[in-house]
C-alpha cells in the first residue's frame, strides 16, 4: 500500500514550512514537536513550529563563529542542495580530510540547525529517541528553507569551506591498466614458448622466471626492464610475483603440475576478447582474489628497512595472500560506495575504511600470523595492489598532503562510470616489408595486441610504440592456436596505416601451407573393417551421409578410415548397423583377450584398441607362426613385465589384463602369474587323511573340548570338520562308539556363517 | 594424426620418438593416438619447431592428464 505521506515529501531541497508542517502532522511523534518548540524557542503548536522553516528562529546559526568541520558541513549541505543524506554527509566529509564528524552532526541537530528527517513510511519518529541511539546518519538531513537561503547569500568571500583538492601535483608516469594488460599479455606470451619452471618452494625458478620477464614494464615507468632487470631486486622479483599470481587469478597461466606453469590460451583469448567493462570487472575480481602474493609485505619490501621478506611471499604455492581476499574486498566495496570522482586525501580514504567497519577488519587482520594493522592494510591496498593495476593513481597537494583518484577504467573496474575513451578510429600499426609489425598502443585496441602476440614476438617496446617480428616459428604457432593466413592479412590491413607488403602477405599465406602439413585431428574416430570391399561400401555411404556437415571421412588405407567427428549421428547409425565395424575410441577397453594355454592369449586385431594393441607387444611376444590376419597369439614374457611394471610387475599386468578378458582375468592364469613374477604359491599334499565332519556346531565344540581330541585332532578344517591322524583312528571309533555317536553315510553341509 | 606424406609422417615419428606414447600407424600418413597423449606430443612437435594444425576438440574426461615433469631445482 502506497504510503500516505510519501507524497508529501519533498525528494530533495532544504526544508520548507509545508513539508515540515505535513511531517509534524503525520512523520514526527509529538516529542519531536516539543523538541523543535524546545529548541527554536516558539510554541508548541505545529503551525508556529512549521514556521520557523521560512522565518528562521532566535538562535540562528552564526556562520561566522563555525568551527571548520560545521563549516565543511553546511558547505557541503550547501552543495548538495540543502538536503542529504546523513552517511553520505559524514563519508564526503572524511574524504576531504575532516575526519570523523558525526559528534558535529549530531552537534547541529541538537541545536537545531540541521533537521534529521522521519524515513519513508515513518509516523511517530521521535528526535529524542534519533539523538539517543545515534540513527541519524542513516537518515536524510536537511537545513530550513530560511537557512538555505543564507547560506546561498553568501558571497565568494564568505563562502563555507568544503575543500576539494583542485591543485594536485601530478608524476608524469603512473601506473595504468592498459600496461598491466600489456604485461600480462607479454609474460603469457613468453610463458606459452617456455612454460615458468618453479622450485620445490614454489617460487619462481630465477633462471626460468628471467626469461619469460625479459620486456616487461616495472609499474610508472618507461618502456622495458630489458638489461636492468635484476632477480636479486626485491621490487623486481616482487613485480613479477605479483604479475604471476595475477595471471593465474585470472586463469591465463595454469599449473601444469608442481613445478611447471603455462599459458592457457584458451583463457588468453576469452579475456583479451571480452568487452571492456567485463575485463574490468574480471581483472578487479582477480585482484581481490590473489592468492600468492599480498601487499603488505610487497610494500614492507619497497621500504629500505624491511627488505627481509620470507621467501613464502614469491612461492606460487603459499598461499600468502588467501588470508586478505575477504579484507580486500572489503576495501573495495569502500571505496565503490565512497563513489568519489575528485582527488581525496589518501589517509582519508583509509579513515573512511576503519570508520565504516573497523571491527570487521581489526577481526579479520587479527587472526592473521602477523596481525597486521588495519591502517598498514588499507593503505597496501590503496597505495600498491591498486596503484600497480592503474585503478588508482596517485598524487599530491600543494602542502604536501598525500592524495588519490580513480582512474578513468578504475571507476569502470569498480562500476561507477563507464567513460573509458575508445581508440581512436584509424590505423594504429604499420607492416614493414622486413616483416616488422610497429604498433602505436595509444590508440590500438588490445585485441590486435592479443592477435600480434599469437602470431609474432615482440622484439622492442619503446614509449608508445611496440614492434612486434613476424618469424616462420611464430607465425605457425599462432596457426596453431587458431589463427590463419587470410583473417591475419585483413587484420593487418584493416588496422594498418598502408596496406600489408605482397611479400609479407605471400609469405604468411605459405607459412600456413606448411603448418597445414601436419594436422591433428581431436576427438574424431578411427574406424577399421576386416572386409576391404564391405568397408568401400560402408565408407561411400558415410561420405554421402556427411556431406551436408563439416565433418570428414578420410581415407587411410584398404581396411582403415578416420572421421573427425567420433559424435556425428551418421558415423553412429553405421556403427550400430554394422557389426563388424571397429570404432577407436577411449573408454572402458574392450574385452579382447582370450586365454588359450598358461600364458598364452589370442586376440583379433580388429577387436583391439590402440593402447591395448601397444601395450602388449611390451609384454608379450608375436607368436607369428601360429596366428592368422584374424587371430593373433601372444605369449605373455615375465622378462618383459618385470621390465614395463618394475615397481609391481603381477599388478601391472594383472591390472592390464583383467579389464581386457571376458569375466575378469582366469584364475589359472594369475596363479601361473604369480609363480613367474612373484614367489611361487608354497602348498603341502597330504594323503591317509580320516575327516570327521559333525551337522551341527554345537556337537563340534563338544567334541573339540574332549581330553583325548587335542591327541586326536590333526587340523580343524571348518567349524564342524576335523582332520583326525591316521593312528588314532581306532580311538576316535571307541569314542563314537562309548558317546553314542551315530556315523551317517552322508556327507554333511559345512554350517552357514549366519 | 594426418600428415601431408609418408615424409611428414616419418619426420614426425622421429620427432615424438622419445615419447613412450600408444602410437598406431593407420596407412601410409595416419598415425592414432589415444586422446590423452595428444599433448605430450604437441609440446614435443612444437619443442622441434614443429606447429601443427589443430582440428576439433578432445572429448571431455573426467581424468585430466598429468603428464610426469621434473621439479625444477633453483640453479643460478
Known sequence: MKDPSEGLRSSGGPLTQDELANLLERGYADASLRFFARTWKVGEEADVVAEVASQGFANDIDLEALEPTARAVFGLIAERGGRVRGENLRRDLLLRGFGESKATIRNLIVRGWLVALPSPGEHACNLNSVLEQETFLQRDLAVLQSTFERLDALDDDEALDAPAWSEVIVDDRQATTDELELNLLHLCALIRRDPLKL??????????????????????????????????????????????????????????????????????????????????????????????????????????????????????????????????????????????????????????????????????????????????????????????????????????QPLAVLSKRGSRALGLGDDVPSPEPGGCLIVQPNFEVMVFLDNSPVTILHELYRVGRRRKLSDRVATFQLEAESVQRGYALGADADSLIELLNHHGHTPVPDAVAFQLRDWERVHRRLTIHLGGAALRHPDPERFDLICGQLEHDLRESPVELIRLGPRDAFVTDATHPALQRTADAESSLQLDALGPPPRCFYFVDPLVLMIDPYECDVTTRVEL??????????????????????????????????????NFL????????????????????????????????TVLTFRDLDAAERFRQLSEAPDMIARRLGPTTFAIHTDQVPLLEEIIDELHLHLSDLLFDEPSAD | MLCEDTAILEETLLAIEPLDLHIRRLGDRGLLVPADEVDAIRRTLEQAGTFPRLVGSLPVTDDAPTPDEPVAEEVL
Not at chain 1, 621500504?303 to 614469491?314: C, G, K, T
Not at chain 1, 607368436?623 to 615397481?647: C, G, Q, T, V
Open chain 1, 199 to 400: 622450485n620445490k618452494d614454489g617460487t619462481p625458478n630465477r633462471r626460468s622466471l628471467a626469461r619469460v620477464a625479459r620486456g616487461i614494464t616495472m609499474p610508472g615507468t618507461y618502456g622495458e626492464i630489458d638489461d636492468d632487470l635484476d632477480l636479486h631486486d626485491a621490487e623486481h622479483f616482487d613485480y613479477l610475483t605479483f604479475l604471476v599470481s595475477l595471471a593465474r587469478e585470472l586463469q591465463l597461466l595454469s599449473n601444469l603440475d608442481d613445478a611447471t606453469c603455462r599459458t592457457d590460451d584458451a583463457a588468453l583469448t576469452r579475456f583479451f576478447h571480452a568487452p571492456g567493462d567485463e575485463r574490468d570487472r574480471r581483472l578487479l575480481d582477480a585482484l581481490q582474489r590473489l592468492r600468492f602474493w599480498n601487499e603488505i609485505d610487497s610494500l614492507r619490501l619497497s621500504r629500505q628497512a624491511s627488505r627481509n621478506v620470507d621467501e613464502d611471499h614469491f612461492s606460487q604455492s603459499e598461499s600468502t595472500g588467501q588470508p586478505l581476499i575477504g579484507a580486500r574486498g572489503f576495501v573495495i566495496s569502500v571505496l565503490r560506495r565512497a563513489h568519489f570522482s575528485n582527488w581525496a586525501s589518501l589517509d582519508a580514504l583509509a579513515q573512511l575504511c576503519t570508520q565504516l567497519d573497523r571491527h570487521y577488519l581489526d577481526r579479520t587482520l587479527s587472526q592473521l600470523p602477523r596481525k597486521p594493522d588495519p591502517d598498514e592494510f588499507i593503505h597496501a591496498v590503496l597505495e600498491r595492489t591498486l596503484v600497480w593495476a592503474g585503478i588508482l593513481e596517485l598524487g599530491e597537494s600543494e602542502d604536501g
Open chain 1, 617 to 654: 607387444d611390451r609384454v608379450a611376444n608375436f607368436l607369428e607362426d601360429e596366428s592368422s590376419p584374424r587371430s593373433l597369439f601372444f605369449a605373455l614374457d615375465p622378462d618383459k613385465i618385470i621390465a614395463h611394471y618394475p615397481d609391481d610387475p603381477l599388478r601391472g599386468i594383472c
Open chain 1, 658 to 689: 583383467g579389464p581386457r578378458s571376458e569375466g575378469g582375468l582366469p584364475a589359472a592364469q594369475s596363479l601361473r602369474l604369480q609363480s613367474e613374477l612373484d614367489s611361487p604359491p608354497s602348498v603341502h599334499l597330504q594323503s591317509d587323511v
